[in-house]
């Protein structure tokens, strides 16, 4: 992707705004996390204001038995829907960007965390409803660190976490969010998509970008379901619960996506964040001398942004590949494994090509 459309797009999402909070949210938080999630491990396990929460606030119910029971049934679903609510206001909403905006959005789910929390307890809401504890713990499942029963950092092969991840409702839902957001936003930069939407303004661009991220997010829902479909027939069975077994082989395309679309947007926005640091709530300050810092652009040239951009969907998708060899081999015979697998590598080039070819766009 051009230098410039990097830019451009980056300035155009948080670059504008007077207070530090849409770049701690957007930049720092959701994209700098998530690389260091892959790189460190699930750093947010211990990061997480939520789950402090809930800890201060007693609701693990260690000697008593939680209002109610989280519903087997409902799985991952709560996480899948709140993922969605974030990456509508990312992409979306017009006023994520308006003071005070982002702080009621941060309360309102902070009280969902609590009402989740307190109504079935905090272990289970945290593992089920926490939309950035179920997403960020996939990522962290990729990285070569991880924890031990007894808390001891050990480790191991990269890629090697997604091999225990279970089954569960809702968790295929969430990856395609995750997956279907992120393919969205860099199709939104494109000058196919804003020659043909330059025009619109207020509700009319809302829904708009809304059927854009829910459309997107459906194609690659319905590209992953038919090489599911094509692989239960070689099989046998079900190809829903064939889908959710392989979902975890995914992962590696999400982070690549994420990659490859903000792995420019962090390094410049990022820059921008320390010198809003100084002054947080763009009321002039300069607290740490940092305020009349400027970004500086020859960090990133095109041609290094295109090869890391190309790097890391290749890479990702060759992981995903690995995976769900992997995955088909332990759960089938040789020969019905290797069959397959000819479906899910067909959309996996599908996914490459289209990523690749958004990122030319």
Do not use: C
């Not at 396990?45 to 609701?59: C, E, I």
């Amino acid at each position: 992707m051009p230098l410039f459309v990097v830019i451009g797009a980056s300035t155009r999402r948080v670059g504008l705004t007077e207070t530090i909070g849409p770049v701690f949210v957007f930049v720092w938080f959701w994209v700098g996390l998530t690389f260091a999630q892959a790189i460190f491990g699930n750093l947010w396990a211990t990061l997480s204001p939520f789950d402090t929460l809930g800890r201060l606030l007693f609701l693990d119910y260690r000697y008593e038995s939680p209002p109610r029971r989280y519903p087997k049934a409902w799985g991952k679903w709560p996480a899948a829907i709140l993922l969605f609510g974030f990456a509508w206001i990312e992409l979306v909403d017009p006023f994520r960007d308006s003071p005070g905006s982002l702080g009621i959005l941060i309360l309102v789910y902070t009280l969902v965390a609590i009402a989740g929390m307190f109504t079935f307890g905090r272990q289970a809401w945290i593992e089920n409803g926490e939309a950035f504890a179920v997403y960020l713990g996939l990522i962290a499942r990729l990285s070569p660190f991880a924890r031990d029963g007894e808390g001891r950092v050990i480790v191991r092969p990269p890629l090697a976490g997604l091999a225990e991840v279970q089954p569960r409702p809702g968790l295929l839902a969430l990856i395609m969010v995750a997956l279907g957001s992120t393919t969205f936003d860099g199709l939104s930069r494109t000058n196919l998509w804003v020659s043909r939407t330059a025009a619109l303004g207020g509700f009319a661009r809302v829904g708009a970008l809304t059927a854009g991220l829910l459309a997107v997010i459906g194609l690659v829902a319905l590209a992953y379901t038919l090489a599911m479909i094509a692989a239960s027939r070689v099989v046998g069975g079900r190809w829903h619960a064939l889908a959710v077994r392989f979902a975890p082989s995914l992962v590696p395309i999400v982070l690549a996506y994420a990659v490859a679309h903000y792995f420019s947007f962090l390094v410049i926005e990022g820059q921008l964040g320390l010198a809003k640091l100084s002054d947080p709530f763009g009321w002039g300050w300069d607290l740490f001398g940092t305020a009349r810092w400027t970004v500086n652009l020859a960090l990133l040239s095109a041609t290094l942004i295109w090869y890391v951009q190309v790097a890391a969907i290749v890479v990702g998708h060759i992981g995903g590949v690995v995976l769900a060899h992997d995955r088909a081999i332990a759960l089938f015979d040789r020969g019905a494994a290797i069959q397959t697998q000819y479906a899910l590598l067909a959309v996996m080039v599908l996914f490459t090509a289209t990523g690749l070819l958004i990122l030319s766009g």
